[in-house]
């Protein structure tokens, strides 16, 4: 899956004269946390947070002036507080190489560029949405957690197991496990009592951590 599936395109923008007051306000209103930064020809030149924007507001135990405080705000625009070496990604880049690139960066969301040109943003919203769907989160049914070795052929075993039994597979995922040896496998599936879904998988998996109906 790739970041032009799941983007937000035409996101609100902000443009580098935009005082801050009105930066803000335009962030409250859409429910937004960042907004990329371009300019007349709708190139980016930089991205800016809620964060970003809140610091360079007073704090409540100035003892300006509100006209005064109005006044000040006023001069400061979006370009004095934005991120201008903005991090990246284009419509192809995969959706695990943006969540990587946040995460190492520690950001949360990326402006997606075509050709210098803004098109879209991926966020960490768009991200965890996904992460719900590939665990199956809004769908019932029994959830297993378990341990598998690490070699070729072991997730055919496991599903195959399932499948034979009558269960329907909702979602398959996999993580680090708990030394190079093996890999911790998450399973949900439904049409499938809790019972005969570990009766099924105990006898072609290292260790069952954890079964629950969700």
């Not at 902000?14 to 803000?24: F, G, I, K, Q, S």
């Not at 034979?164 to 040896?181: H, K, L, Q, R, W």
Request: proline share 6%.
């Amino acid at each position: 899956m790739l970041v032009k599936e799941r983007m937000t395109r035409l996101p609100i923008v902000a443009t580098p004269d935009l005082p801050v007051p009105e930066a803000l306000h335009l962030m409250r209103q859409e429910h937004i946390r960042r907004m990329p930064v371009v300019d007349k020809s709708g190139r980016l030149v930089g991205i800016v947070s809620d964060r970003d924007l809140l610091l360079a507001s007073p704090s409540p135990a100035t003892s300006l002036s509100a006209w005064e405080i109005t006044y000040l705000l006023g001069k400061i625009t979006v370009h004095d507080v934005m991120t201008k070496k903005v991090i990246t990604v284009t419509e192809d880049t995969p959706l695990e190489d943006a969540a990587r690139i946040m995460a190492d960066s520690k950001i949360g969301g990326l402006p997606v560029v075509r050709d210098g040109a803004l098109v879209g943003i991926i966020t960490e919203t768009d991200l965890f949405k996904l992460f719900l769907e590939l665990l199956g989160a809004r769908e019932r049914g029994v959830r297993v957690t378990m341990l598998v070795p690490n070699v070729p052929g072991e997730m055919a075993k496991l599903t195959r197991a399932i499948t034979d039994c009558g269960g329907n597979i909702i979602a398959v995922a996999g993580f680090t496990g708990t030394d190079p040896s093996n890999r911790r496998v998450l399973v949900k599936a439904n049409g499938i009592s809790r019972e005969a879904l570990v009766a099924a998988l105990t006898p072609v998996v290292t260790e069952i951590e954890d079964v629950r109906e969700v």
